[in-house]
């Protein structure tokens, strides 16, 4: 008997429940609690892709057209919000995060613009002066190529954490450094033995020198301290107020399942303000489809049915998985993290139990590989409502391109990742494979839909700039003025659209959101500037003026250009 594909029926049931919703508004003539006039609003929407005003009613957005067919909708009970021209678009959806992990950061030590070997060792030093013997010090998102390249290592900070066991990851997650404590907790020594899909980096006597990378990395985090239910509840908060700050009203968080348990709780007590689509190990696939069966899917607040995968590393780590070695390391061409027999098994069983795979890719030979299993299965496998994902898809053969949109599969990608690893990324792999890097112009060439997001913590979740770094290509360091592989710039409306309705249909919800049509949920973004007559080097400076989600202010910048309290009444 074959199993009943269980998250595109549910899908289909909420979707058909928001469409009913959309008809039953569409003919009525009720009152909103909340209306913004006055506004230049991109809604989404293919059939009316701008409009004046929107009105909110219960969560939901019930009018969306001139100022005055909104008129209609107010009463003095209405919220009125004069916008005076600015510009609205659906609530920013951020498709690939670590939400939790994002927010315990927000309170550790901070490494990502250290730019000196001696401000790295400081940093570290400061922050353990602030805490208690014996606690770990983590987070950290260091990036070597800022001080020259040089890797850390365990000598560089052990005479300044003599009592703190240190574990804090370069930028991308995919390889950190521990300190002597923490090897000392771990039993991490000479004697330690490889890991498959993995690096312990040593020195020329075979000692580690506290450089750990991809599946090696368990041997100390293992041992690292876990989180408080206390640090997770604070840790949530953070990382909701800082997305709202930046527009984002819903994510895609790839996590764990003591994750997905703890966000469970948090919904149930009402702690959930921001809307989550959770992930889980895709080894886990058996155990999501007997949890599904028994709890659904879950609503519009909190939603699983992903299965996040890894088929490699990280270009910065030299993990990511290329037919053709590093420039930079000739010996080097790095590796796969699972086996494509283990990667198959694990995606075709979950394609055949309804689950979403989600599997990490960065290097050509990876996201090659990745695209033959899907393939593969889509051929064995019933049809279905099926929406394939490869996060990243950073680095493609030209020839693997159009396979994305011919198998509808979903490049989910990271903009600003572009403009930084540009800095340095063409020494790595040189000019003829940085072609083909970061490919959006190309990928929607074939039809294929782009989801954006930020890979936070790795990465800023702020999609005002993700627009400008896939809009102009500038990267970081301001050395590219007309773009890094310039050819595969893209418009401001296509990269809105990596954000919002595109990201959406890459967790089944479009019918919900995504874009300001009536019956959707009431989630928007107000900006200070219009970011299409904005210019493109400038976008980068455009602010969230308000933030709105489930028809409720939930961020408001009165510092942003305009707009002051006197605007609400």
Known sequence: MVPLPLFPLVFFV????????????????????????????????????????????????????????????????????????????????????????????????????????????????????????????????????????EVPSAEWIDNVTPHNPVWVSRLDGHMALANSKALEIASVSASTKDVAGGTIVRDSKGKP????????????????????????????????????????????????????HFLQHAHQKNQLKIRIYAAVPIASFEKLHQFIQ?????????????????????????????????????????????????????????DKLGLQPIVHAIGDRANHILLDIYERVIAENENQNRRFRIEHAQHLCAEDIPRFGKLGIIASMQPYHLIDDGRWAEKVIGAERAKTTHAFKSLLETAAKLAFGSDWYVAPPDPIMGIYAAVTRRTLDEKHPHGWVPEQKISVEQALRGYTIDAAFA?????????????????????????????????????????????????QNFTAEYLEPADLR
């Open 294 to 350: 028994k709890n659904g899917v879950g609503d519009s607040w909190l939603k699983i049915g992903g299965l996040k995968g890894f088929a490699d590393g990280s270009l910065g780590s030299h993990t990511a998985a290329f037919f053709e070695p590093f420039l930079d390391a000739p010996d080097n061409s790095g590796f796969l993290v699972n086996s494509p027999e283990t990667l198959y098994e694990w995606i075709s069983q979950s």
């Open 507 to 555: 967790s089944f919800d479009e019918k919900m959101k995504g874009s300001l049509e009536p019956g959707k949920l009431a989630d928007l973004v107000m900006l200070d500037k219009n970011i299409f007559t904005t210019p493109p080097e400038k976008i980068r400076d455009v602010q969230v003026a308000m933030t709105i989600v489930n028809g409720e202010i939930v961020f």
């Open 14 to 149: 909420l979707s058909a429940l928001f469409l009913t919703l959309s008809s039953v508004i569409s003919s009525s003539n009720k009152k909103s609690k909340l209306a913004i006039l006055n506004a230049y609003i991109w809604t989404g929407a293919k059939k009316k892709p701008l409009a004046q005003a929107i009105a909110v009613e219960n969560s939901i957005i019930v009018a969306v057209g001139s100022n005055e067919e909104i008129q209609a909708f107010i009463d003095e009970k209405t919220l009125v919000i004069d916008a005076k021209g600015r510009m609205i678009t659906p609530g920013f959806i951020d498709s690939h995060l670590h939400l939790l992990e994002g927010g315990l950061r927000l309170a550790s030590v901070q490494l990502r613009d250290a730019n000196s070997k001696e401000l790295f060792i400081r940093r570290i030093a400061e922050f353990a002066q602030k805490i208690s013997p014996g606690e770990w010090i983590t987070g950290g998102d260091w990036d070597h190529s800022l001080w020259g390249g």
């Open 209 to 260: 020198t506290g450089i750990f990378k991809d599946n090696a990395m368990n041997l100390i985090e293992q041992f690292v301290a876990t989180p408080t239910k206390e640090m997770k509840e604070r840790a949530l908060q953070s990382a909701t107020g800082y997305l709202f700050q930046n527009g984002v009203t819903s994510v895609h968080h790839l996590g764990t399942w003591e994750d997905l």
